[in-house]
């Protein structure tokens, strides 16, 4: 069982940049599959980006490729989503996800996604 803990949520202007992280404990964070989901009000949660268990892989919502980044680092058991030219329907609470998978596997459903963490608000100002 992992457990996962975002931070660096906040108010930024549109056009800005944001990182956030995504801390993981109480299991081999190398074994899972990671992605970041977003969940604005009103709106069903959905999926940004995610991330192969070796990093080789990344997928993207097709309204966030080309802005933001899914990386990896299993030496710190981080995972980041770096933001960039920030919208103002980039604002949501973002949440990052862990499911263990084969080492190719990037997961874009939230369906397959066991492990969730408590998420982290991002508010893109005009």
């Known amino acids: 069982q992992v457990q996962l803990v975002e931070s660096g949520g906040g108010l930024v202007h549109a056009g800005g940049s944001l990182k956030l992280s995504c801390a993981a404990s109480?299991?081999?964070?190398?074994?899972?599959?990671m992605g970041w989901f977003r969940q604005a009000p009103g709106e069903e949660r959905e999926f940004v980006g995610a991330i192969s268990r070796g990093g080789g892989y990344t997928s993207y919502a097709d309204s966030v490729k080309g802005r933001f980044t899914v990386s990896r680092n299993n030496g710190k058991n981080t995972v980041s989503l770096e933001m960039t030219s920030l919208k103002r329907e980039d604002t949501a609470v973002y949440y990052c996800a862990a499911q263990t998978g084969t080492r190719t596997a990037v997961i874009v459903s939230a369906e397959q996604y066991k492990y969730w963490g408590q998420g982290t608000q991002v508010t893109v100002s005009p």
């Open positions: 109480g299991s081999t964070f190398s074994y899972y599959v």
